[in-house]
């Protein structure tokens, strides 16, 4: 919310980036500032907002697959709190995305994993954004995580910049709405 405090106004309150491949030796992301340029066949999910915390955007997980399977989870597991904060964030400043304990145990050890989200919005993930690479040894690390415990008394989900590299992520503050766009070769 930072960068929308001091520049929204300018730009109706549309940003979008994308960010590049951490492999990437050439391709350095970009930043959009207002409605012009952005995608337009982006499909768009409801940015919540939680009063407890207005810098981060949220957004309403309804559930995950692993593959073609969708992963059981507890219900109720991604569902916005506004009187706790508990919810999905889409962040930068985490490397890796986080998941609540039910959502890590049953989503581990695979790489082919789809973040759904409501308005019909699916991060598909390919294996570049889902595992981690070593590059001494033939060792990959799935780029995923559970929730830290203790850290407040909240648990929130981060999806997190690893999770978000070649993808253009639209935040429209306006219209209170986010989407996202798989990088299709334009910057």
């Known amino acids: 919310m930072a960068l929308l405090s001091q520049v929204g106004n300018m730009y109706n309150s549309v940003f979008s980036y994308c960010l ?12 959009r500032l207002g409605a012009a340029g952005q995608p337009t066949h982006a499909r768009y999910t409801p940015m919540l907002k939680n009063p407890h915390r207005s810098s981060l955007y949220y957004v309403n997980v309804s559930g995950l697959s692993v593959g073609q399977s969708p992963v059981k989870v507890p219900a109720g597991l991604f569902a916005f709190d506004p009187s706790t904060g508990a919810s999905t964030v889409i962040d930068l400043g985490t490397v890796i995305t986080w998941w609540t304990a039910g959502a ?16 019909g919005v699916d991060l598909a993930l390919p294996m570049e954004n889902t595992l981690i690479h070593s590059s001494a040894t033939p060792l990959a690390c799935l780029a995923m995580a559970e929730a830290p415990q203790n850290v407040n008394a909240v648990v929130v989900n981060v999806i997190a910049n690893l999770q978000q590299q070649n993808v253009r992520v639209v935040f429209d503050a306006a219209n209170s709405r986010l989407a996202r766009d798989l990088f299709t070769g334009q910057a």
């Open 20 to 31: 590049p491949s951490y492999k990437s030796y050439y391709f350095s992301g970009s930043l």
């Open 104 to 119: 890590c145990v049953a989503a581990g050890g695979t790489p082919a994993v789809t973040t759904h989200m409501d308005g």
